[in-house]
């Protein structure tokens, strides 16, 4: 019932940015929490950023410093914008969100397909 959808992902030098954007359905009534996570080869997957329906942010120790987090006015749509790239960024990344499907509903996460970042040295 929700998708969302992954742009952004691509090859860069270390030192480098991306700016990665992730959009929800327009049937969702409601988005609570939205962020990104990566995943390594052979790691597991971590947290990089998040953002609630509020505005209030929280971002990884890896990325602090260098990533930021964003919603649109609507707040169906979530960017990361990551500057000063380094090797190990370089992951699948996911978007999340919680959403309602309807006024009463209950909160449900959904994810994304994931994009790929490789940064390389």
């Known amino acids: 019932q929700v998708q969302l959808v992954e742009s952004g992902g691509g090859l860069v030098q270390a030192g480098g940015s991306l700016r990665l954007s992730c959009a929800a359905a327009?049937?969702?009534?409601?988005?609570?929490?939205m962020g990104w996570y990566r995943q390594a080869p052979g790691k597991q997957r971590e947290l990089v950023a998040t953002?609630?329906?509020?505005?209030?942010?929280d971002c990884a120790d890896s990325g602090k410093g260098r990533f930021t987090i964003s919603r649109d006015n609507e707040k169906n749509t979530v960017s990361l914008q990551m500057n000063n790239l380094k090797p190990e960024d370089t992951a699948i990344y996911y978007c999340?969100?919680?959403?309602?499907?309807?006024?009463?509903?209950?909160?449900?996460?959904?994810w994304g397909q994931g994009t790929q970042v490789t940064v390389s040295s």
């Open positions: 327009r049937s969702t009534f409601s988005i609570n929490t």
């Open positions: 953002i609630t329906s509020g505005g209030s942010t």
């Open positions: 999340y969100a919680a959403v309602r499907l309807s006024p009463m509903g209950n909160l449900y996460a959904y």
